[in-house]
């Protein structure tokens, strides 16, 4: 059975600080990994999403890694801002189109 | 605008009293999902749906139903809700080739 660790659990940063959030999977037989941003009172919002094939993928300040082989992957945010504080979810596609998600890691960037 | 939509967002009931959750999109997405959110668990499938009048068990489906009569509609059913049940629900969709990027905004459930 697929787990997803995410870690931190939550971190606090100042403003501008680039920061590295960590997502660890059990089983490398997976389809995609995705990056979501969860605010309090709304839905998932899709960040980024990087296929079994591909390594990385960006857009603006985030970048998305992936390794299969070691069951990591890795989401950075530059110059962090305190619109970034939200919660960011790890979750991992595999067959049957589930997804399994990680607990998640709390961002606080304060101003 | 693309958009998943839920209803209600919150609601209270007690024990025992039959209720739906919603879920509706625009986007003519085959595939559907519910899952549920609870601190320490992370988000859980409850059941998915590949199209009309396909669906199937996730990792928690005990004491749920669903059903798909039209494309666009995907609703949760809770026959005799229980305390266990309290916790935020989540309605998703996506294309059949693709990531499942589209969440609704959630329903808090309350059980008492």
């Known amino acids: 059975k697929q787990e997803v660790t995410q870690i931190p659990a939550a971190l606090s940063v100042p403003e501008g600080e680039n920061l590295v959030l960590n997502c660890s999977f059990t089983?490398?037989?997976?389809?995609?990994l995705q990056w979501f941003r969860q605010d309090p009172g709304k839905g998932l919002t899709s960040l980024l999403l990087i296929q079994s094939s591909q390594r990385e993928q960006t857009s603006g300040r985030l970048n998305a890694s992936l390794d299969k082989s070691s069951g990591r992957s890795t989401l950075y945010i530059a110059a962090s801002q305190p619109g970034d504080s939200a919660t960011y979810l790890c979750?991992?596609?595999?067959?049957?189109?589930?997804?399994?998600f990680g607990e998640g890691t709390q961002l606080t960037v304060n101003p | 605008e693309a958009q998943v939509t839920q209803n209600p967002r919150y609601l209270i009931t007690v024990t025992g009293k039959k209720l739906t959750v919603t879920c509706s999109q625009n986007m003519n997405h085959e595939y559907m999902s519910w899952y549920r959110q609870d601190p320490g668990l992370g988000l859980r499938q409850i059941y998915y749906?590949?199209?009309?009048?396909?669906?199937d068990k996730g990792d928690v489906p005990e004491g749920y139903k669903v059903s798909r009569k039209e494309k666009r509609n995907f609703p949760l059913i809770l026959e005799s809700p229980s305390p266990n049940q309290t916790s935020l629900y989540f309605c998703?969709?996506?294309?059949?080739?693709?990531?499942?990027?589209?969440f609704g905004q959630g329903t808090r459930l309350t059980v008492v």
């Open positions: 979750a991992v596609g595999a067959s049957g189109s589930r997804l399994t």
């Open positions: 089983d490398s037989a997976i389809y995609n």
């Open positions: 998703a969709s996506r294309p059949w080739q693709g990531p499942e990027a589209f």
């Open positions: 749906s590949m199209n009309v009048e396909v669906t």
